[in-house]
């Protein structure tokens, strides 16, 4: 993967990351103490899923290439 393939993962991880981190302070799951640990747990999970979604778009897309 190239490198700003992997910037633009990122990125994009990072602003779903924030805006699930705002809803969970809206609805009180999470407040300022748990959120030094809670936000890199949910980039993590968001980041994997954002990566893991491109290589499957990634093989589809050679697969129709065949």
Not at 1 to 18: F, I, P
Request: net charge negative; aromatic share 6%; hydrophobic share 40%.
């Amino acid at each position: 993967m190239d490198r700003h393939l992997l910037e633009k993962q990122q990125k994009e991880a990072l602003q779903a990351t924030k805006e699930i981190v705002v809803k969970f302070i809206e609805v009180q799951r999470i407040s300022p103490t748990n959120f030094a640990e809670m936000f890199p747990a949910i980039y993590r999970v968001v980041l994997s899923a954002v990566r893991e979604s491109a290589e499957q778009l990634e093989a589809a897309t050679r697969e129709g290439d065949k």
